[in-house]
């Protein structure tokens, strides 16, 4: 199994800035992904980030938005831009190795507040 | 579109009795199957996975695969307190390295 740190855990941010949340996995992982969940509801997917290249964005979300890196195979970056209250949310990173029969990881989530 | 569906409940249960979830999934090329524990304001655990059709046991959890239905479930036998959570069932298509999560059944165990 993985173990995947994220952080920062929680935050209250102002609307109109960033934020930027880490996520590191204590192995090499093929696949991460950045999730987002409304209180009550069921996990939705922002994008892949794909290590050395663009991250793929689910409909609805967009690179300007919601920025990600991934510079190797253990650690990603999404950041949340010019944000607004629409934007609180519990942001979620996960990783799956390669192959078929692998499970999904995740991290321990950030509770996001925007005022 | 692939798509997992599950009740959203809640499902109550009373202390003891024996808890039933269940997931039905689009993909016929599925794979792979898991279900999540989420409490919350936790993130999702991984409780069972089942590749083959059939029942898996694991403690008090049972996975049951029924490919040809397109179903799998999972029973929770002596329910607690302790198990009122959100279970996601979770699905590995064939081709796509994406799972796709059902929307998550709330379980709540009354003493």
């Known amino acids: 199994s993985a173990v995947i740190s994220q952080k920062p855990s929680r935050d209250i941010c102002q609307r109109g800035t960033s934020l930027t949340i880490q996520c590191q996995v204590d192995?090499?992982?093929?696949?991460m992904f950045w999730y987002r969940q409304q209180p009550g509801q069921s996990l939705t997917l922002i994008a892949t980030a794909n290590q050395g290249s663009e991250a793929t964005y689910e409909s609805g979300f967009v690179i300007d938005k919601f920025p990600i890196s991934r510079p190797n195979l253990t650690f990603s970056t999404l950041t949340v831009s010019n944000m607004s209250p629409e934007d609180s949310s519990i942001y979620l990173c996960s990783a799956r190795p390669a192959g078929e029969y692998t499970e999904a990881f995740f991290g321990q989530g950030t509770r996001l507040t925007v005022v | 579109q692939k798509e997992v569906e599950q009740n959203s409940g809640p499902l109550s249960v009373p202390e003891g009795a024996i808890a039933s979830l269940n997931c039905t999934y689009s993909d016929r090329g599925s794979q792979s199957f898991f279900w999540y524990r989420q409490y919350s304001g936790k993130s999702p655990e991984l409780i069972m996975f089942i590749y083959s059709n059939g029942d898996k046991e694991d403690g008090r959890f049972t996975a049951q695969l029924n490919k040809a239905s397109q179903y799998v479930s999972l029973l929770i036998r002596d329910s607690q307190p302790s198990d009122s959570a959100t279970y996601l069932c979770?699905?590995?298509?064939?081709?796509?390295?994406?799972?796709?999560f059902g929307r998550g059944t709330s379980l709540i165990v009354h003493p």
């Open positions: 979770a699905v590995n298509s064939g081709g796509s390295y994406i799972p796709t």
């Open positions: 192995s090499q992982v093929t696949m």
